[in-house]
């Protein structure tokens, strides 16, 4: 194309990709926009997942001002504190800090303030840091007071991150620059505000689109890129891109620009009186009903909106039914016709978003009904599945726009308890798939997970849903709460959800500081939670995973700390019970000590300090050894034999007959 700017393959090209309009979080968008479902990404490595989206943000990214001086702060201080004003990107700086350090052993993630989870009398959770872990802490849209507490407990976490050798990014609200302590000033940066033309560039060029300087001085452009956020102008890319992609090349960029500004910002007027012209209430049911299921079946929006017509309580036609207008007439009334794929779509790219904000905006008498509406209809059967998640996605993005979060917590209850799996389950995932990640309620939903995990009768319907969000999205971002809820789930009373939440946990697992923390919170000897406690444990203790090294480090049983709790574990679980339920974890172990290696060794030694000096356990795990050793095929007798031994002397050493061997390894 000549006497324009260039334009090429995009590295990014979905045009499913989600439509993002004013304030939220993006975080689910992002990672979609990227190539990554993090809904459909179970048993996948959450700290793989993070690292490309940081990845896909870092190639879009444009340094604020002073950005090299929070760097150095973070690199000689383990901390940075970053400040300024609303829209200047803040939070994608302090990413894209802790991104540059990607090489250090450990995992980015970020924290939460722990008023959401166990009522522990502190708002920050030292054991939430890793060695060489990468912590982004947000406290923007937190309350006031929960604010001072993460505030004050600050010092105090920040030795924790010292000795771990972690980094760790603060973001403050602009109104508490003013507040922030002495002993904090040194450590606090203002970063100023990206070039706006410069981000744009950058998004576009990622998407093969390259304007010239002409084309990038037409209309109000340049005023925008002055004044409008980073994630107005990157908002603003998108549309951009998937207007090239509905229109083709021939528009060229003026006319993809003029497409993007009027998506990103309608004109209120115009879309009255398209909303006024659509006519009477059964058409505006259309109108609305088309907006919510944009891309359903003709047949699906038909049914959908007699639906939202009678739970309105409008009058109902009396016209006979072959005197009605055709539906294709009745779509077009309302700007809307179906595409190529025989699925509805209104005219103009974005215009079902716009219409949903303006219906719902100007008629919130119609929120409660709409409400019902989604509740009835979410789970029909004649919904495909594409359908009925667009339709709880956009619902929810509405609601949680302007009402109170609680009066959703029945729907996904409701939906989960559904006699048919298949309809009910996916529309609960998706409200809470949406609501555990919002920007202003997503803590009230991550404590309603919480809540709702804890209940050890929990049904299997809600349960089951709720794995399927913790070892998703949840774990993504949040690796900790996900860990934390999965253990509860672990607990429930019903075996299959138990087993799911064990098969979960394995996720989590991955990373060795979450598996750590997970062993320490088992209480095998609990007169409540002993029996689930023990089964996860043995899920836990897959000697394997143990004597795996991490990143850039030793196993973790090499450390002396695992394990002691790695015994104690083992004598409650002994102790409460039968010899079927951990006999061939007990084995396993055998079979991995049995193998030359720098750590193999440890196994024996916490299987001998887990009979805590009692001769008639020592006893009777040498019988087990022996047996074991006994049935070992030739080829493998030498090292069975080798191991017999190695058990022997331990015990020996135990009961005061011997002393240590010199293969114990001390503290570590």
Request: hydrophobic share 40%; charged share 25%; aromatic share 6%.
């Amino acid at each position: 194309m000549t006497g324009s700017g260039r334009y090429s393959a995009p590295h990014v090209n979905d045009p499913r990709g989600p439509v993002h309009t004013g304030p939220g979080d993006m975080y689910v968008t992002m990672l979609q926009q990227a190539g990554i479902d993090a809904a459909r990404t179970a048993g996948s490595d959450p700290r793989r997942l993070a690292e490309d989206y940081l990845r896909w943000r870092a190639r879009r990214f444009v340094a604020p001002d002073r950005l090299g001086d929070a760097r150095d702060t973070l690199l000689d201080r383990h901390l940075v504190m970053l400040t300024g004003d609303p829209g200047v990107g803040r939070h994608c700086a302090a990413a894209m800090l802790l991104h540059e350090l990607r090489e250090t052993r450990g995992s980015f993630h970020e924290l939460l303030d722990q008023s959401e989870e166990e009522s522990s009398g502190r708002a920050l959770d030292p054991g939430h840091v890793g060695d060489g872990d990468r912590l982004l802490l947000d406290l923007v849209h937190l309350a006031d007071h929960n604010r001072r507490a993460v505030l004050k407990e600050l010092d105090g976490f920040l030795a924790t991150v010292r000795e771990r050798g972690a980094y760790m990014a603060v973001v403050l609200p602009s109104e508490e620059e003013a507040s922030v302590p002495p002993e904090h000033l040194a450590l606090t940066v203002r970063v100023g505000r990206p070039d706006g033309r410069e981000v744009l560039l950058r998004h576009l060029h990622q998407e093969g689109i390259h304007p010239s300087d002409t084309e990038l001085a037409l209309g109000e452009l340049p005023q925008f890129l002055e004044r409008e956020s980073m994630e107005r102008i990157g908002a603003l890319a998108l549309r951009i891109r998937r207007a090239r992609q509905r229109e083709g090349e021939h528009p060229g960029f003026g006319g993809w620009l003029r497409t993007a500004v009027k998506a990103l910002s309608p004109s209120d007027t115009e879309v009255a009186k398209w909303l006024a012209d659509t006519g009477e209430g059964p058409q505006r049911a259309l109108l609305l009903t088309t907006a919510f299921l944009h891309g359903a079946r003709p047949d699906t929006v038909h049914r959908a909106a007699h639906t939202l017509v009678e739970l309105a309580r409008h009058p109902q036609e009396d016209t006979p039914l072959l005197a009605h207008e055709p539906l294709a007439t009745r779509l077009r009334a309302v700007h809307a016709s179906t595409g190529d794929g025989g699925r509805v779509f209104l005219e103009g790219m974005d215009y079902d978003q716009i219409v949903r904000t303006h219906g719902w905006n100007n008629f919130p008498a119609m929120r409660p009904t709409l409400r019902a509406w989604v509740a009835q209809i979410a789970t029909a059967p004649w919904l495909a599945h594409d359908e009925r998640a667009g339709l709880v996605r956009r619902f929810t993005e509405q609601w949680l726009r302007t009402e109170r979060p609680e009066e959703l917590r029945e729907l996904p209850e409701n939906w989960a308890k559904h006699q048919s799996e298949r309809l009910g389950r996916p529309s609960a995932s998706q409200l809470l798939r949406v609501a555990v990640l919002h920007e202003r309620h997503g803590g009230h939903f991550r404590r309603m997970l919480y809540d709702w995990s804890c209940d050890s009768k929990q049904g299997p319907g809600l349960a089951h849903v709720l794995i399927g969000i913790c070892e998703t999205v949840l774990l993504t971002r949040y690796p900790d709460q996900a860990m934390i809820r999965l253990r509860h789930l672990a607990r429930n009373e019903h075996l299959s959800v138990r087993e799911s939440a064990r098969v979960a946990l394995t996720s989590v697992t991955r990373d060795d500081r979450l598996h750590w923390r997970l062993m320490e919170r088992l209480q095998p000897d609990s007169p409540r939670y002993g029996a689930a406690d023990s089964e996860l444990f043995l899920h836990l203790a897959e000697p394997a995973r143990l004597l795996t090294p991490a990143r850039r480090g030793d196993p973790l049983i090499a450390s002396a700390s695992v394990r002691a709790q790695l015994a104690a574990h083992w004598h409650a679980v002994r102790r409460r019970a039968p010899a079927a339920d951990w006999s061939s974890r007990e084995l396993s172990w055998l079979d991995a000590a049995r193998v030359e290696g720098p750590h193999s060794e440890l196994l024996l030694d916490v299987l001998v300090d887990s009979c805590e000096g009692d001769a008639t356990a020592a006893s009777r795990l040498y019988v087990v050894t022996r047996d074991w050793a006994a049935r070992r095929p030739s080829a493998d007798q030498d090292a069975a034999a080798m191991t017999l031994t190695r058990v022997q002397t331990r015990i020996r050493t135990a009961l005061g007959i011997g002393r240590r061997p010199s293969s114990f390894r001390p503290s570590s």
